[in-house]
């Protein structure tokens, strides 16, 4: 069957630090991957895409790479803030778009 | 803000009721797509409206069930609600088809408590 696993249910770092999330994917063959950030009481916010034949994005402080053969993508957040402190999604799919459960970031002053 | 709304923010209602939660998409998007989170969990794939017809569904009973309109507004319904219904449901909107244009534009969700 279809898996989309993020393996971290929480994540703890300090600020300052970089932030790695990992997303792994089984039985699927995505054309691209994409990552949302959500936070409490609220609907996930988009926040990069990336193809499969692109090994990596940024945008800003953010990093994603994708490997195809590994069926697996990572999130970085460098020099994290407390800001950054959500939870992050990832997911992928055409019209039916799967997520994963995702990683509740937290980042400490 | 990504310009879709959702109402009503808050539901609460009793087993075996029917429900009836409402979306207003993206200017210029034609694309719907309705989601069950439950506490914890990611979002769960509901069904895909495209021109007013679905286009995709995921693993839900045919208790859901949808509509789009005309102006891409967009209706999910469910009947005979079980207890497990209770979740947040999250309305998205999108460009379209293309991988591209596949983002998603989420609403801040509707809470659905089934007592």
């Known amino acids: 069957s279809q898996k989309i696993e993020q393996n971290s249910e929480a994540l703890n770092i300090q600020e300052g630090k970089t932030a790695t999330l990992t997303c792994n994917y089984t039985?699927?063959?995505?054309?691209?991957l994409q990552w949302y950030r959500q936070d409490p009481g609220r609907g996930p916010v988009f926040l990069l895409l990336i193809r499969e034949n692109e090994k990596e994005k940024r945008k800003e402080r953010l990093k994603v790479t994708f490997d195809t053969t590994l069926k697996q993508s990572l999130f970085h957040i460098t020099a994290s803030q407390p800001a950054d402190s959500a939870t992050y999604l990832c997911a992928l799919g055409n019209n039916d778009m799967r997520f994963g459960a995702g990683t509740r970031l937290t980042v400490k002053p | 803000e990504t310009g879709v709304t959702q109402s009503p923010t808050h539901l609460i209602k009793t087993r075996g009721q029917q429900v009836t939660l409402r979306c207003s998409s993206q200017?210029?998007?034609?694309?719907v797509s309705w989601y069950q989170q439950a506490l914890g969990q990611g979002p769960q794939f509901i069904f895909q409206?495209?021109?007013?017809?679905?286009?995709g569904r995921g693993n839900f009973p045919p208790r859901f069930s949808g509509l789009q309109f005309p102006n891409y507004s967009s209706e999910l319904n469910v009947n005979a609600l079980e207890l497990d219904d209770s979740a947040l449901y999250l309305c998205a909107s999108s460009l379209g088809q293309d991988r591209l244009k596949n983002i998603q534009y989420f609403g801040a969700g509707t809470r659905l408590s089934v007592l």
């Open positions: 409206y495209y021109r007013e017809e679905e286009n």
């Open positions: 200017s210029g998007h034609n694309t």
């Open positions: 039985n699927y063959s995505p054309a691209y």
